[in-house]
């Protein structure tokens, strides 16, 4: 079996664009969960505009989706690091 060939632009792309994509979605949910309407229209909004290159980067080549996987892991961490250093978990 013969591995895609795979441009390391568009790779770190891929990764770069998931990351801040899972970020974002990250924040809509938060913005959904205290239901402010305009925040999380908005984070959705962006969320679907950044998703779009790692979609159409990973559908036109399948190995672009371990990218994916590593920037929505990065994305997703420190997405919930910043969310507990602006608002700390409130505990009873």
Known sequence: M???AIDPLIGIGV???T???DAVYVFFNAA????????A???S???YLLSAFAVIS?????????????GAWI??????????????LRKP
Request: hydrophobic share 55%.
């Open 32 to 39: 959904v969960s205290e239901r402010r309407r305009v925040a």
């Open 75 to 88: 994305g997703g961490f420190l997405s919930i690091t910043v969310l507990n250093r602006l608002v700390p």
């Open 19 to 21: 990351a801040i994509t």
């Open 15 to 17: 990764a770069v664009s």
């Open 45 to 47: 909004s962006i969320w």
């Open 58 to 70: 990973y559908t036109s080549n399948w190995a672009y989706v371990a990218f994916a996987a590593v």
């Open 41 to 43: 229209a908005s984070w």
């Open 2 to 4: 013969d591995l895609p």
